[in-house]
């Protein structure tokens, strides 16, 4: 579904990724771990045409994307959380998911991708009126994921969910990251500094050090490790 070969970005003369190349299937979760810094965010703002690379290739269900737009990215079906702190915090619950669906026409989607939603997250639809800022770090986190899924992807990249949220919540959001792939059939790019938990939720992983692929396998086997129990799971 999805093929990237030989990522290069830089920011100025600083070089984030060098040579990155993941393929995610469809059905897959698969999920990309590394320390901070190791160009996670990064590879993700590539993915989805917010940041150009400087060399390689990426290919969504066969198209090279690697000059397109966000915009035409979101069109052919493969959408970005970014981490919880980005949503828009003086728009309300309900102003963020529809700004998610913001290039779907038909109201009666729109509706009904609400619905899909608030069912995943009952607290956003109790919160629905809020404005996002209000909201704590995980419904952030929630909010962020739902505006995503709001576009009706078939790709989903995921940004950290994990980051700066209560252990309980954080739980609570990973079971339902694997409800959306499971029941939803949504495809999941997971990247994450919780190496644990994303091991235990996707099938498939990448190690990512200093913007280089140095590892890759299924999720079980990169849990047992030697290397990535000492480096990641301590
Ligand atoms: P974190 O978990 O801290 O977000 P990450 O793995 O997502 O880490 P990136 O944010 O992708 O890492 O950063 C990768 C490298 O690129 C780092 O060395 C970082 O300092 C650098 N970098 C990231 N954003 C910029 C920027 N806007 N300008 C310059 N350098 C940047």
Known sequence: MLVVEGLDVAYGRIQALHGLSIRVEEGEIVTLIGSNGAGKTTTLRALSG????????????????????????????????????????????????????????????????????????????????????????????????????????????????SLGIAPLLVRQIFTEIARINREMGTTILLVEQNANLALKTAHRGYVLETGRIVLEDTAERLLVDPEVRKAYLG
């Open 50 to 161: 917010l940041h150009r690379p400087s060399r390689g290739s990426v290919r969504f269900e066969g198209k090279a994307i690697e000059n397109a737009s966000a915009e035409q990215i979101v069109r052919l079906g493969m959408a970005h959380a970014p981490e919880g702190r980005r949503i828009f915090t003086r728009l309300t619950v309900l102003e963020n998911l529809e700004m998610g669906a913001y290039l779907v026409r038909d109201r009666s989607l729109v509706s009904q991708r609400l619905e899909q939603v608030f069912g995943l997250f009952p607290r956003l639809d109790e919160r629905k009126a809020q404005s996002g800022g209000t909201l704590s770090g995980g419904e952030q986190q929630m909010l962020a994921i739902g505006r995503a899924l709001m576009a009706g992807p078939r790709l989903l990249l995921l940004d950290e969910p």
